[in-house]
């Protein structure tokens, strides 16, 4: 690093908490919408294995994507990525944002290493994303197990929710996505943060963007296993008033219980892993990537023309 880049990196570094926050909702939006793009058709796939009782396999995974092609065409395949967009940004924009401010406000890592504190921020900021925009993700996980000729877009999803099931029905399955935002960010983040950290001390130098990837990837292959079974739950709350009307009443135990006694502890509640395990860190490893080179871009820019 040549003394003009740490001088501007040290520009970077002194922007006030606001201009950081707002550079970071940009990034973050930004970074959030090319890693969900980047495997729309798998997750679209993912979820209706999730919430049928149908066992998942490969063979069955390329059925569902080709009759899916066949019957309504290619871009049927990214059916609910415009309301998974409408979710995914804000959330990713919360997500990372909030991330950077509890770090700060927690002190992690600033003088000595802090394990337990790096965990934590990661599942504040998830839960903190959660919160936020869970009807959003209610809209979009029925998007894609319906057709249009159930509903045509997201405005008619949410005229549907309101008119049968209440405000209620926008945060159905709150209470246990809650429960599995706490360990996926928390896993995700601290995975992600100490992989960089340890590159940082072994290379002493800054991971590139190909290494920020393959930690990232490693990071959401973490998350994701820890938090599965709850992904499950909440798929099938968010779902059963059109799928399952009879499990639309059960509670988070009761439906976990169910699911056990009919289609078995690791076929019913880890249904779909293995294709999470190649989704999900690609999408993980997306995002991190892209949201720590927008981020870095964006506030260089900013001081680029205003700190001349």
Not at 107 to 136: E, I, M, W
Not at 153 to 166: A, C, P
Request: glycine share 8%.
């Amino acid at each position: 690093m040549t003394n003009s880049d740490s001088i501007h990196d040290q520009k970077i570094n002194s922007l006030s908490t606001k201009k950081k926050i707002l550079t970071s909702l940009v990034a973050g939006s930004l970074a959030g919408a090319v890693a969900k793009t980047t495997i729309a058709p798998l997750d679209r796939a993912k979820i209706n294995f999730q919430v049928r009782k149908a066992p998942f396999s490969y063979e069955a995974l390329l059925d569902f994507l080709h009759s899916d092609y066949s019957r309504y065409g290619f871009r049927n395949l990214w059916r609910g990525n415009t309301a998974s967009m409408v979710r995914v940004m804000p959330s990713a924009a919360i997500n990372f944002t909030s991330h950077e401010q509890y770090k700060r406000i927690l002190n992690v890592d600033r003088k000595c290493s802090t394990p337990f504190k790096r965990f934590l921020a990661g599942s504040l900021a998830g839960s903190t994303a959660a919160f936020f925009t869970y009807p959003l993700d209610i809209a979009r996980a029925r998007m894609a197990v319906t057709n249009k000729s159930q509903f045509g877009n997201l405005v008619e999803i949410f005229k549907e929710t309101y008119k049968f099931e209440g405000l209620r029905g926008f945060y159905r399955g709150y209470t246990v996505s809650l429960i599995g935002a706490l360990p996926y960010a928390g896993s995700a983040y601290f995975v992600y943060e100490t992989l960089k950290i340890f590159h940082r001390n072994e290379k002493k130098k800054e991971p590139r963007p190909i290494e920020r990837m393959i930690y990232g990837a490693i990071a959401g292959a973490a998350g994701q296993t820890s938090s599965y079974p709850f992904d499950i739950i909440r798929r099938r709350m968010q779902t059963a008033f059109i799928l399952n009307k009879h499990e639309s009443d059960l509670g988070i135990l009761e439906l976990f219980s169910k699911i056990i006694r009919h289609e078995g502890f690791i076929k019913g509640l880890y249904k779909g892993l293995s294709m999470n395990w190649i989704k999900g860190p690609i999408a993980a490893g997306v995002g991190f990537m892209t949201y720590d080179i927008l981020q870095y871009f964006s506030r260089k820019t900013y001081v680029n023309i205003f700190h001349q």
